[in-house]
């Protein structure tokens, strides 16, 4: 009985998500409107979510199943893709308490021991900002390498080979891909810069950020278009977004009737 009650409920969740997904969609063919409540980590995949966006710009991932700590960086890798997915590197007393405040039991952090150094995951950089329990690291047994932090934000050094949830982190701040364009009224972005003879991936980025996107095209070598959502007539090949820039001939900006889309690093 309680069984079957969660998964109408499920169900019915569903079906809103569904309808304000068309709602938005619809709304955005006819006035060109930006949306304004996407969740840009979504393109990298099924649970990614940003968090606080005045904390950080990036995306994490939450495991529901446990890992050693091995096997969870290279689930993070995966996961992650193109944007660099790795074990959460942790570097402000704020984005510690961020994530904290996510989790109700403990997971692997992207710190681990190298040579008798704290380093992280991916960047390699050394450990700045810790928040270690008390008598921790304690290196206990001389097998602790890895490192683990508690749902009230402390950490432990402790064995790698335990099996645990862990939290993966992602940046977005990338290019992701080159995706076809239509003709007038079928085109895929939402506001046209135009063109200019100074176009380069971060000038156009920054526009369309100042504009409030969270998405910027190059087409053509010299149009920058602004955009919350892109790839509605799907990918192209990479050999059709080479270009080169006005700007900037040793970048490329696109192609012929083909987007170079980027993201501009707000978050909306
Ligand atoms: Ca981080
Ligand atoms: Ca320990």
Redesign the pocket.
């Known amino acids: 009985m309680r069984a079957r009650k969660y998964r109408l409920e499920k169900t019915t969740m569903i079906v809103i998500a569904f309808t304000l997904l068309i709602a938005m969609t619809a709304a955005t063919d006819w006035h060109g409107a930006p949306i304004t409540n996407v969740d840009a980590c979504d393109v990298i995949g099924n649970g990614w979510k940003q968090l606080d966006p005045a904390v ?1 710009h ?1 995306c994490y991932f939450f495991s529901g199943k446990e890992k050693t700590n091995e096997k969870a960086e290279g689930r993070c890798v995966i996961k992650g893709g193109q944007y660099g997915g790795h074990l ?4 402000s007393q704020e ?1 510690n308490q961020m994530i904290a405040n996510e989790i109700n039991e403990t997971h692997w952090i992207g710190a681990r021991s190298v040579s008798g150094s704290w380093k992280w995951f991916g960047s390699d950089d050394e450990v700045t900002y810790n928040n270690w329990a008390s008598d921790e690291p304690n290196d206990h047994n001389k097998d602790e390498d890895c490192v683990q932090i508690y749902s009230n934000g402390l950490w432990n050094d402790q064995r790698c080979n335990k099996h645990l949830r862990y939290i993966c ?1 992602a940046n977005l701040e990338h290019y992701l891909g080159c995706f076809v364009d239509r003709q007038n009224p079928n085109r895929d972005l939402t506001l046209s810069l135009g063109f200019s003879q100074q176009r380069t991936p971060d000038e156009c980025r920054l526009k369309c950020y100042d504009s409030g996107y969270i998405y910027a095209g190059l087409q053509w070598s010299k149009t920058c278009w602004c955009s919350n959502t892109f790839g509605k007539h799907g990918p192209a090949p990479e050999s059709e977004c080479n270009i080169p820039c006005t700007g900037d001939a040793s970048l490329k900006c696109g192609g012929y009737f083909r987007n170079a889309i980027y993201t501009t690093g707000l978050y909306l």
């Open positions: 950080s990036s959460v590197q942790i570097n984005e982190e």
